[in-house]
DNA sequence: AAATCATTTAAAGTAAACTTTAAGGGAAAG
DNA sequence: CTTTCCCTTAAAGTTTACTTTAAATGATTT
């Protein structure tokens, strides 16, 4: 069991972050000590690792915030989750298809700069 | 030569957000009417396409400010806006490495979900 | 015992990138 | 002519995701 201060050392995730996501109900069933601080478990642990995931893909909090109440109801919902598991990866793959194209047009640009800065190096050879 | 209007329905781009775009210096040279209404050519199309380009990379307004301001200084400064792409570029082919690495941890979950399902599906034929 | 440290809460503040509003002007359509 | 439409500006508002502040509490160190 880790406090906020080793998660936060463990993450890399400031502690307000790990409040506010807490309380936003992003993270389900982390515990307290007897004097009401938090005490993290492994499934909190990966809780947090999958919650840092989904927003570094680009969820918003309130869709992973509809995920974990999901999660909440049970067994039920297993193939709601997933179906919004599966939307999202097509998502991510959208947004990896969108990065590459427009990577394209950044390679187009620097291929001008090469043909730009040969040209210039000739003018001052002739000079 | 086209509108506010028509590059809006040529683009997709918000009318209030070209302005805004050219207030903030990231287009350079866009001429207005005689009546002080704006007027886009191919020039500013292809301005308009590239600073969409950096945006949905994730490049800042601020940055983009700066690369603009250094073409507006002229050919001395083709060496430092091609740093500016090479820079960008690896940045790009970095956000696209984490996407790749945290689409692998989604795929991860799918498939507890498939042997979920699998398992939830045995159990209702037991009964 | 006093000081220091990590924690707690609620609430206010911040940053970035737009978006909306308000007030007005000119040109074209009915 | 007057209504409609598209445009103009400056300024205020919005959204999202934190981050910072303030005030308090309890445990540990000196």
């Not at 463990?10 to 972050?17: F, N, Q």
């Amino acid at each position: 069991m880790w406090t906020i201060g080793e998660v936060t050392e463990l993450t890399g995730i400031a502690a307000p972050t790990l409040r506010y996501y807490e309380k936003e109900g992003l993270l389900p069933h982390v515990k307290r000590n007897e004097n009401g601080k938090r005490l993290y478990d492994e499934e909190d642990l990966s809780w947090i690792h999958f919650v840092t995931a989904l927003r570094a893909t680009g969820m918003p909090i309130a869709q992973i915030q509809k995920y974990v109440n999901l999660y909440k109801e049970g067994d039920s919902t297993i193939s709601e989750r997933k179906r919004m598991m599966l939307l999202h990866k097509k998502e991510i793959e959208n947004s990896i298809r969108e990065l590459y194209f427009n990577l394209d047009k950044i390679n187009y640009k620097l291929a001008l700069y090469d043909v730009l800065e040969s040209q210039l190096e000739k003018t001052s050879i002739k000079i």
